[in-house]
């Protein structure tokens, strides 16, 4: 199974700082990647898909970058409602996905 | 608009069954694979299973494999997950996702808003 490792797990950090959350992988996923950002009480909503390419209406803050095993993404300008907890997820094993385990982002 | 609706949640005894449900509106329900996502209180994210548009391609986490399926009904617009041999272990959170392909090996862009499933004693 392809394990994903986020770091760090929590981040602290003040509106307008420059944020990067690093996700690698177990093994070689090319670039079967998602991040999701997901706020307390509500669903994940997705972010980025197949590493770097923006979902539609998420802000343009909002960028991720990677290939292979090692993966960014990045928040260009934190905003307020950028606080929250951010996944990556892998889909580049056939009929099984796994999530990272998660970074928090924190008012400092 | 996308919509989709889990139901079926509540509390169980270990070793007990349940059965969740998902009821999907908004797209074109067969040409998506669909999976069960589950969150622990105060955990992470946790794939469960995934099924592909025509249930020819099935999916599970080790943690659940031989204990839950997962089917859908593509004439109700519906999917489901029958949850056997319930543990203390299994109480989480649990989202219906839609994915992006026809097959499961995509990042699912929708998702319900969960059902809670309690498993105590």
């Known amino acids: 199974d392809i394990q994903m490792t986020q770091s760090p797990s929590t981040l602290s950090a003040s509106v307008g700082d420059r944020v990067t959350i690093t996700c690698r992988a177990s093994q070689s996923i090319s670039s079967w990647l998602a991040w999701y950002q997901q706020k307390p009480g509500k669903a994940p909503k997705l972010l980025i898909y197949k590493a770097s390419s923006l979902e539609s209406g998420v802000p343009s803050r909002f960028s991720g970058s990677g290939s292979g095993t090692e993966f960014t993404l990045t928040i260009s300008s934190l905003q307020p409602d950028d606080f929250a907890t951010y996944y990556c997820?892998?889909?580049?094993?056939?009929?099984?996905?796994?999530f990272g385990g998660g970074t928090k982002v924190e008012i400092k | 608009e996308v919509q989709l609706v889990e139901s079926g949640g509540g509390l169980v005894q270990p070793g007990r069954s349940l059965r969740l449900s998902c009821a999907a509106s908004?797209?074109?329900?067969?040409?998506?694979?669909m999976h069960w996502v589950r969150q622990a209180p105060g955990k992470g994210l946790e794939w469960v299973s995934g099924?592909?548009?025509?249930?020819?391609?099935?999916g599970y986490a080790d943690s659940v494999k031989g204990r839950f399926t997962i089917s859908r009904d593509n004439a109700k617009n519906s999917l489901y997950l029958q949850m056997n041999s319930l543990r203390a272990e299994d109480t989480a959170l649990y989202y219906c996702a839609k994915d992006t392909r026809s097959m499961v090996q995509g990042a699912p862009d929708y998702w319900g808003q969960g059902t809670l499933v309690t498993v105590s004693s």
């Open positions: 997820q892998q889909y580049n094993s056939y009929s099984r996905l796994t």
């Open positions: 908004g797209f074109t329900f067969d040409d998506y694979a």
């Open positions: 099924i592909s548009w025509n249930s020819g391609s099935i």
